[in-house]
């Protein structure tokens, strides 16, 4: 391997695409024996630039390469020896290049290090795996460190659904309602028989969280992720997250943000569960489906400026109507064209 380091930049120009581990752009010539073995050393150092599928084909030609040079020895001592450069971790780190500093029982700590883009995607699929060791705000507190520091190094080869955890990990969307409620239940019928009473509280809880109205905000779950949290802790439930037991985060963090803002900016839900676009409401009449509901609603939804309905106010008031009141709504929003079925939450997100 002496000569590896010698190319002939001409050279590889007059190459065809297929010589190349990565033909597409060109990268990672395969036509010697040095170029093999260089292909491996560029190519550990930029692997967390390639999405996993794509990292694997072009890893597979170049161990194809190496094993038709004969090189397959040096070329494997070659990549691990990068390897275990880039995952190792720096005696003098700062606290802030780890995704997790935490005092417990009078110690400090520093778990996952993500001070270079190989770290980051390790810490990403370690937490994933390992959920079940650290409790919810650890959790959450990990997983933000680390989806930042994904964006800032342009981290893209992620193991399938490690991305996607994250950012219900980092607690930064929200969840339907009903779904979560629904997930909820299933908590209440994995609790002992004989705890009668935690039994009735959960299930409380569950019909609680069913009645919300609309997108709950990021923080309203966040309260209930940790009663969740702290249930699952208490009965065991978190030894059994990686055999189909859902995390509090997979519960009440299925939105992201982005979409649980759009959703909220772009429906009304009655408290009959009802959902409304407000598109469809800015082609109607609202001055006299609002005087369906009598004069304190018409007041109440009038601009500030003007005789018009202020869609806004009319949407945030008619999402507070009691039930009698949204019933009633709801056939005047019918009589002027706007429902033809009732479409609840989760179809408008599905």
Known sequence: ?????????????????????????????????????????????????????????????????????????????????????????PPD?????????????????????????????KAASELYRDRSKYPYTWRKTAARKILHKIAELAVTGLPEGVHEYLTMAASIGSAIP??????????????????????????????????MNGIPPAGEMEKLAQIVDRLDREHGFYRYYNAGVETPEEIFFTLTQKKAAVVR???????????????????????????????????????????????????????TLPRGDATLLERALKAAGVLSERPALADVVL
Do not use: C
């Open 1 to 89: 391997m002496k000569d590896a380091g010698i190319t002939d930049p001409e050279q590889v120009a007059k190459l065809p695409n297929t010589v190349f581990a990565d033909p597409v752009n060109r990268k990672f010539p395969l036509h010697t024996k040095a170029a093999a073995w260089l292909a491996q050393t560029y190519f550990t150092e930029s692997r967390h630039l390639y999405p996993t599928a794509d990292a694997a084909i072009v890893q597979g030609k170049i161990t194809k390469a190496a094993h038709f040079w004969h090189i397959e020895g040096h070329v494997k001592e070659a990549r691990e020896t990068l390897e275990t450069k880039q995952t190792s971790m």
């Open 93 to 121: 780190l700062a606290d802030t290049e780890f995704a997790l500093v935490v005092k417990h029982e009078d110690q400090t700590h520093r778990l996952f290090p993500v001070h270079n883009a190989q770290n980051v995607e």
């Open 178 to 211: 009903s779904q979560a409620a629904e997930k909820l239940a299933q908590r209440v019928l994995m609790l002992p028989a004989n705890a009668v009473e935690l039994r009735a509280k959960a299930a409380r809880l569950a019909k609680t969280v069913a009645k």
């Open 265 to 319: 900016n772009s429906y009304i839900q009655l408290t009959t569960g009802t959902v409304i676009p407000f598109e469809a409401l800015q082609s109607i009449p609202l001055g006299k489906v609002a005087a369906a509901l009598g004069d304190d609603f018409s007041r109440a939804v009038m601009a500030d400026n003007s005789l018009d309905v202020d869609l806004q106010k009319f949407g945030r008031i008619a999402a």
